[in-house]
T-cell receptor, first 117, second 112 residues
Framework: GAGVSQSPSNKVTEKGKDVELRCDPI?????LYWYRQSLGQGLEFLIY????????KSGLPSDRFSAERTGGSVSTLTIQRTQQEDSAVYLC???????????????FGPGTRLTVL | RKEVEQDPGPFNVPEGATVAFNCTYS??????FFWYRQDCRKEPKLLMS???SGNEDGRFTAQLNRASQYISLLIRDSKLSDSATYLC?????????????FGAGTRLAVHP
């Protein structure tokens, strides 16, 4: 079946512009996660959606970052007034349940490489 | 202190070698543990879960020591295709949410 997809695969933008990144999780997966990975660094948690519960936004680095998940499926990560330090690969992952101390596997999408000039 | 710490490497080993990676985590309430593999410019993929009793999958063996808050991954008979970054991942309950915390990764380069 289809895996997690993300679009666009690459995005180059100018400082100060807004960008939207899209994630299509695996069908039936109730949990969706956004991470950021800067060059040579580990994954930085951004936000987590689980079913209809309020999202865990604790990882969002500033109020310029927001995300929504419509209909429990597709998610959009929005970065307003982009800065050069926002340049990174933005990875989305989904899992079947999440939210429990289980061994649910997170399946990652290929990521969106964002470059802010 | 980082929540999950790994030696960044790189570990440069010849084919056929045995190599071990270590990882420590700071939150004693962490509940489940994993190793992910990430190839260059690719997304992470689950390699294996880590259980208290230790577990083995072919050439890969994972161990967990809860008392020392320490996780290890052993790769035997290294292959060129094992070259990648290995991410130690810890599932921790935080603020009512279960959250995966990723280490920065250990880079492995296997050479002929």
């Amino acid at each position: 079946g289809a895996g997690v997809s993300q679009s666009p695969s690459n995005k180059v933008t100018e400082k100060g512009k807004d960008v939207e990144l899209r994630c299509d999780p695996i069908s039936g997966h109730t949990a969706l996660y956004w991470y950021r990975q800067s060059l040579g660094q580990g994954l930085e948690f951004l936000i987590y959606f689980q079913g209809n519960s309020a999202p865990d936004k604790s990882g969002l680095p500033s109020d310029r970052f927001s995300a929504e998940r419509t209909g429990g499926s597709v998610s959009t990560l929005t970065i307003q007034r982009t800065q050069q330090e926002d340049s990174a690969v933005y990875l989305c992952a989904s899992s079947y349940r999440g939210g429990t101390p289980s061994t649910d596997t997170q399946y990652f999408g290929p990521g969106t490489r964002l470059t802010v000039l | 202190r980082k929540e999950v710490e790994q030696d960044p490497g790189p570990f440069n080993v010849p084919e056929g070698a045995t190599v071990a990676f270590n990882c420590t985590y700071s939150n004693s309430a962490s509940q489940s543990f994993f190793w992910y593999r990430q190839d260059c410019r690719k997304e992470p993929k689950l390699l294996m879960s880590v259980y208290s009793s230790g577990n083995e999958d072919g050439r890969f063996t994972a161990q967990l020591n809860r008392a020392s808050q320490y996780i290890s991954l052993l790769i035997r008979d290294s292959k060129l295709s094992d070259s990648a970054t290995y991410l130690c991942v810890v599932n921790t309950l935080s603020g009512g949410y279960n959250k995966l915390i990723f280490g920065a990764g250990t880079r492995l380069a296997v050479h002929p």
